[in-house]
Every structure is written in C-alpha cells, then in structure tokens.
C-alpha cells in the first residue's frame, strides 16, 4: 500500500487549507483512514480518523475547526482545515490500517501557518 499527500502549504492564520491523501491499494474501503502531525520536538500525533463506515474522531485541538473526510470512488481522504492556528504548523501524515497489510505511512507535507 502506498500513501501520497498533496495540500500542504504556508498560509496566514485563519485561513484554510484542503490535505489530500490517495492509497494505491485495493483495500482502502476497508481500512481505517488518519491523519497525524509532527511539530518540531514533538512526537508525532493523531489529528484525526475515519472508520470504514465513516466514523471520525479528532484530537481536542482540531476539533471544531478540522473535518476529515474520505472519497471510496477516488480511493482519497481528505482533512479539511479552518481557522488555522500557528500551533497547527508540522508535518502531516497520511496513514491508513487494514487487517490484511497492516499500518501504512504517507511522505508528509508540511503544512506552515503564519501569525
């Protein structure tokens, strides 16, 4: 399974921002789907997740501001970002599960907001 994110980028706080993510494998209707980010320093963290069967969940600083979302006919996720902080500033990883391959891992794409 292969994992590529597009999306990243460097914008005013504020603003917003679409993450795109697109696995090449067969299995994405049935894997989970996240995304992750890692600051500088910092471990690398969960922003936000999406079931199969489109459940979500999202860590307490994205919430309200952050929706994640996945296309099965494009084999995409999707994070959309609003109302973006300069603490939402790191590298965003896309990672999907599945029973049958295992954890997989995006590239990463930075993702820079400005004051």
């Known amino acids: 399974v292969q994992l590529q994110a597009f999306g990243g980028g460097l914008v005013q706080a504020g603003r917003s921002l679409r993450l795109s993510c697109v696995e090449s494998g067969k299995l994405f209707s049935i894997s989970y789907m996240a995304w992750y980010r890692q600051a500088p320093g910092n471990q690398r963290e969960l922003v936000a997740g999406i079931t199969s069967g489109a459940s979500t969940n999202y860590a307490d600083p994205v919430k309200g501001r952050f929706t994640i979302s996945r296309d099965t006919a494009k084999n995409t996720v999707y994070l959309q970002m609003n109302n973006l902080k300069p603490e939402d500033t790191a590298v965003y990883y896309c990672?999907?599960?599945?029973?049958?391959?295992?954890?997989?891992w995006g590239q990463g794409t930075q993702v820079t907001v400005s004051s």
């Open positions: 990672y999907s599960y599945s029973g049958q391959w295992g954890a997989s």
